[in-house]
């Protein structure tokens, strides 16, 4: 059976109707050219459950609630992957991460996984004549294959697919080196006092939690043994870079100032800033003026940090006069984790409080509750408050900005990124013609049923405990009357079952 995928350009549209109401997002009542700036917030481990306007049990987000209230919250949006590396690979490049090698979680010192060249949703709005800018954590690796040279001009940066401006966190808060990177350099290193990083052997002298228990003020609970920085031990080995060092408790100070600057900078001209947050990713250590504020511990704590720096983004473009013409997106690589490594009393602590709502598994899983995930857009007088249930995918924002600034793509840009602009912006609440997600294998998702790949049957991750969705069997699942995924009704839909399969077979080998 041979199906119809989406085109990525205009050609999507045929007839007038679709010109002209292109013509007309692009225009406004003057008859000139609109260029929305863009700021798209990449949240880190956020769950369907963890906001309020998601959750009521969980009061913690204020400020993501009010842009809720005033733009589009989705029910039924997704990532492309359960884990941080290949939800963002698929985000930024428009493709499959499972399609490519090598984009599994990155080490710390990890080659890039974009190569320079590459066509990113920043190379695309740079067409378009905007200021391009990345702030917060990267996880997709920098430098040639073996690994950047962290003393020196990193190559395949940020800068390198798309990006005028970098400020990053190379990989995750847990893994080293543990310094700030801002267009191609270690901020603040000493070159007197060089960076040795290391995967697989100890370097140099410097502690680790494995060794030195008695110096942290984090302990593990799993991994996360090796070097100390900050009283807490990290995944991976380094040395040398003092002065370069970050302080967990100042980290979304630092990055939404960044990300601030960024706007502030390039108010008169059109923008686009890529502004993802470490909140809540491990380790969980908020400034003292959110330490012990929510009740829930520094996980709790650390979804109120989360918050402010999106009131900070929201409160920036509100005084420079921006409201009108910027898209705010507020959204998550995966979905939550709850004990990720720290021994930080996000079990004990979590009460009644359910990260995931009403979905099963989590981060790491292929269940809903491992790609299912929180998605608000606001952009004043263009996009009317609502919900939508649209089934909606984070790999379609590529062609959906494309489309937006009157772009059209080539057939190797975005292979796997279809134009969804009118269900982005509200106009319409159309599902995708499937959805596609990955946790190590794939499942798809059509008209409401969901197939996962049969598996090795380890069903949890013990370390974390979430439930991974590993079966030996084919497992489909009826969403819109199990959206929790409890009911396996493969054996009594053979058709709907071998439908699905076909699908999934065609489109992995497209």
């Known amino acids: 059976m041979k199906y119809n995928f989406y085109k990525k350009n205009l050609c999507y549209f045929s007839g007038l109707a679709g010109i002209m109401s292109f013509t007309a997002l692009q225009t406004g009542c003057t008859g000139e050219e609109v260029k929305p700036n863009i700021i798209l917030i990449y949240a880190d481990d956020i769950g369907y459950g963890d906001l309020s306007c998601y959750n009521e049990t969980a009061p913690l987000t204020a400020n993501v609630d009010r842009l809720a209230s005033q733009g589009l919250r989705f029910t039924n949006a997704h990532c492309t992957s359960a884990t941080s590396t290949p939800s963002r690979y698929s985000l930024l490049t428009g493709e499959y991460a499972w399609r490519r090698r090598g984009t599994g979680v990155a080490r710390g010192n990890a080659g890039a996984i974009i190569q320079s060249g590459r066509t990113t949703i920043a190379t695309i709005m740079q067409r378009a004549g905007y200021k391009t800018g990345v702030v917060g954590k990267w996880h997709l690796g920098l430098g040639p294959e073996d690994g950047p040279d962290w003393n020196g001009e990193i190559a395949n940066s940020p800068n390198d697919i798309g990006f005028d401006y970098s400020y990053i966190i190379p990989a995750t808060g847990d893994r080293v080196p543990c310094v700030y990177v801002e ?105 003292p003026r959110f330490a012990g504020k929510s009740g829930m511990g520094p996980r709790g704590d650390a979804i109120l940090e989360f918050d402010w720096s999106v009131g900070e983004i929201i409160k920036t473009v509100e005084d420079l006069g921006l409201t009108r013409n910027t898209i705010i997106i507020v959204t998550s690589d995966n979905g939550p984790v709850v004990d990720d490594g720290y021994r930080d009393e996000a079990v004990e602590k979590l009460g009644d409080h359910k990260p995931t709502g009403p979905l099963r598994g989590g981060k790491y899983s292929l269940f809903e509750g491992g790609t ?77 049923w969901k197939y996962i790949e049969p598996g090795p049957g380890a069903r949890i991750n013990k370390n974390v405990n979430i439930e991974l969705g590993n079966d030996t069997l084919p497992q489909l699942y009826d969403l819109k009357t199990d959206t929790g995924e409890r009911n396996n009704l493969a054996d009594e839909n053979p058709d709907i079952l071998l439908d699905l399969t076909d699908i999934l077979k065609e489109i992995k080998d497209n």
């Open 183 to 287: 267009n191609r350099h270690v901020v603040g290193l000493d070159p007197e006092d060089p960076i040795t990083v290391s995967y697989n052997e100890k370097v140099g002298n410097w502690p680790t939690g494995r060794e030195n228990p008695e110096l942290l003020k984090m302990h593990p609970s799993h991994g996360h043994d090796m070097t100390i920085v900050n009283g807490i031990s990290r995944i991976g080995y380094m040395t040398g870079g003092s002065n370069a060092l970050w302080v967990d408790e100042n980290m979304a100070d630092t990055i939404t100032l960044k990300a601030v600057q960024f706007i502030t900078r390039n108010k008169n001209n059109p923008f686009f800033l890529y502004f993802a947050t470490h909140d809540i990713h491990v380790p969980r250590v908020p400034h």
């Open 372 to 448: 299912r995930i929180p998605f608000i857009i606001k952009w004043e007088g263009k996009i009317k408050p609502q919900i939508s249930d649209a089934l909606f995918s984070q790999i379609d924002i590529l062609s959906s900005f494309a489309r937006l600034t009157g772009q059209e793509l080539s057939e190797n840009e975005g292979p796997d990124s279809h134009d969804n602009l009118d269900v982005l912006i509200g106009k319409s609440h159309e599902d995708r013609e499937w959805l596609i997600e990955h946790a190590g294998r794939l499942t798809i998702t059509k008209d409401d």
